[in-house]
């Protein structure tokens, strides 16, 4: 996140150094290529590259005025939200404004991608660089249009190339977008609640076809809390078992919700048929996958994070009884 804010600093301040130049070219008293090159674009059949055309111009207004300086003051706002609204003091106490305010990136993205369809950024042709030896030419800009070889050189504006960046992470967000919708809509089945002390609930679920791994985690949304918002819970069954849960400690708005919606005071609904609509899209990661190939594992946790142990130990218990043998693993350490 620094290393984009010290860019995007750069990047402004590089433009905002340029229009300043620009401006000062056109003073009655510059002198030089850079008056020269300024003064293009006045008589005719002639482009220019400087896009302050007057010395009289504001170079704030003027840029404000180009589809570059209105989409880059865009892109500077989205960033500042996204990466003001991350800090850790306002994601503890307030997750749903980190949230919501991350999805600015949708703006900042959008108008990434047309940022240099203003085509501010200007240059010489590649017909006038063949005609214009740029070497030969640039200290006898007084002869351009007497010389046969310094003709005027012609500009044109650069070919914009931010979207070809942009257009990758795009197009894979959308695709997850567009699976976790699918994920979305698959039916989640709740068997089972447990309301543990210390506002720890207990989801036993069942989904179709789904499959996992020891230590691997899942996302959650539960609609009727928020249609946005997906969180991600380590799971604490095993693979053998017929069922996947997870375990969940009020620490937020969003979990306290969620805990309500369940059952409060140790008492959970009655009816499982009247439970609050969840979905999950997952699981992902493995990071117990290597566990099994190693004679000795150590198993360290703290609080709740010890969570991805309960379902490898399960794991292990389950092969035990069922008289599976672990080829490498002989012994495990477990400190919480």
């Not at 063949?130 to 640039?138: A, I, K, Q």
Request: charged share 15%; proline share 6%.
């Amino acid at each position: 996140m620094f290393d984009a804010s010290s860019f995007s600093a750069i990047h402004i301040l590089a433009h905002l150094v340029n229009m300043e130049r620009y401006h000062r070219s056109q003073a009655k008293d510059a002198e030089g290529l850079l008056a020269a090159l300024s003064k293009l674009g006045n008589a005719p059949n002639e482009s220019y590259l400087n896009p302050v055309r007057t010395l009289n111009t504001s170079t704030t207004t003027e840029l404000l005025k180009t589809v570059s300086g209105i989409t880059g003051l865009v892109i500077s706002l989205a960033l500042v939200l996204i990466m003001t609204s991350s800090t850790e003091c306002i994601r503890q106490s307030s997750y749903e404004l980190f949230w919501y305010t991350h999805h600015v990136f949708i703006i900042f993205f959008i108008s990434l991608a047309i940022h240099g369809g203003g085509r501010i950024v200007r240059g010489q042709t590649p017909e006038s660089l063949r005609l214009h030896n740029v070497t030969f030419c640039r200290d006898r800009y007084a002869e351009w249009q007497a010389a046969a070889l310094c003709p005027v050189p012609q500009f044109s504006g650069k070919e914009p190339s931010a979207w070809k960046w942009a257009l990758g992470p795009v197009v894979l967000y959308a695709c997850e977008r567009i699976i976790r919708f699918w994920r979305f809509q698959q039916e989640v089945v709740i068997t089972k609640v447990v309301s543990h002390p210390s506002a720890v609930l207990e989801l036993h679920m069942k989904k179709r076809d789904f499959k996992m791994a020891p230590g691997q985690y899942i996302f959650i949304q539960c609609p009727s809390i928020s249609p946005l918002e997906w969180h991600p819970f380590t799971l604490t069954s095993a693979p053998q078992e017929d069922f996947f849960s997870v375990h969940i400690r009020a620490s937020g708005d969003w979990t306290e919700a969620l805990l309500t919606a369940f059952g409060t005071e140790g008492q959970a609904p009655s009816e499982l048929c009247n439970m609050p609509r969840l979905a999950v899209d997952g699981p992902f990661g493995s990071s117990l996958a290597d566990v099994f190939h190693y004679p000795v594992s150590v198993c360290i946790a703290t609080g709740i994070g010890v969570t991805p142990f309960a379902s490898l130990l399960k794991s292990m218990w389950y092969q035990c009884c069922e008289s599976q043998s672990l080829p490498e693993l002989s012994k495990v350490w477990r400190n919480h």
